[in-house]
């Protein structure tokens, strides 16, 4: 047994560092309330995690919507112009407890850190909330297609970094996001309620408190093999 050392830190996006997932909510309705209807929490749980394209077919299904491919093309992307509005009304108040502490902590000790989200907006949303010059590494929709549980977002963030998968500690607050970096062989620590992030080597309720001693501490107590 030793204790894992890291070289660098890789978040993950929605979830960990802000919460859009609200916005998505939000743009989602507006297009429910045009076909007379209103989107509810319960199915709102239903579209997180997939595609913008999936998400749209079954809100189309609930309102017994028959799209052709350019009305789906339209709505998707009138739903993204949509989240953008909210996205670009974004300031540092929309950044979690204690994250941008833990960032500026990880930039004062040289600690490379590295942002790997499904996002096609992840730049434009760190720069609204002022983090965006804390990444030295940004993985993004834009970087690689596939989506979570593939690793690809995450392999390419740590090339990008010049390192290997064992020397990465990942923070993810999704199942799919947890199972992605421990199939290429990362440390992960889970942000949010641990029944749901069972996969997690460790798992944190969120950044309020949390530092570089913290994460030492739960690096030591992790048995590595």
């Known amino acids: 047994m030793h204790t894992m050392k890291y070289k660098a830190i890789i978040f993950d996006l929605d979830g960990v560092i802000v919460n859009t997932a609200h916005f998505h909510y939000l743009a989602w309705n507006r297009l429910a309330q045009l076909w007379g209807g209103q989107i509810t ?3 709102n749980e239903e579209l997180k995690g997939i595609t913008r394209m999936r998400s749209l077919e079954i809100i189309a299904a609930w309102y017994h919507k028959s799209l052709s491919e350019q009305e789906k093309i339209m709505h998707a992307r009138d739903k993204n112009d949509w989240y953008l509005e909210y996205v670009d009304m974004m ?6 407890p204690g994250v941008k502490i833990f960032l500026q902590e990880l ?4 600690v490379p ?3 790997a989200s499904a996002s096609k907006n992840a730049e434009r949303v760190l720069k609204h909330i002022n983090l965006f010059d804390f990444f030295d590494v940004i993985a993004d929709g ?4 596939e989506s979570k549980p593939d690793p690809a977002i995450f392999s390419f963030a740590i090339k990008q970094l010049g390192l290997q998968p064992a020397d990465c500690v990942v923070f993810e607050d999704a199942p799919a996001g947890l199972e992605a970096a421990l199939a290429i062989g990362c440390t992960t620590i889970g942000v949010g309620q641990p029944d749901s992030l069972i996969k997690a080597h460790y798992v944190i309720p969120d950044f309020t408190h949390f530092n570089l001693n913290a994460l030492t501490t739960i690096l030591a107590s992790i048995k590595s093999v």
């Open 41 to 43: 929490e319960e199915q």
């Open 107 to 110: 930039k004062e000790n040289k």
């Open 142 to 145: 834009n970087s690689v297609y």
């Open 113 to 115: 850190v590295a942002l």
């Open 91 to 96: 300031d540092e108040s929309d950044i979690l």
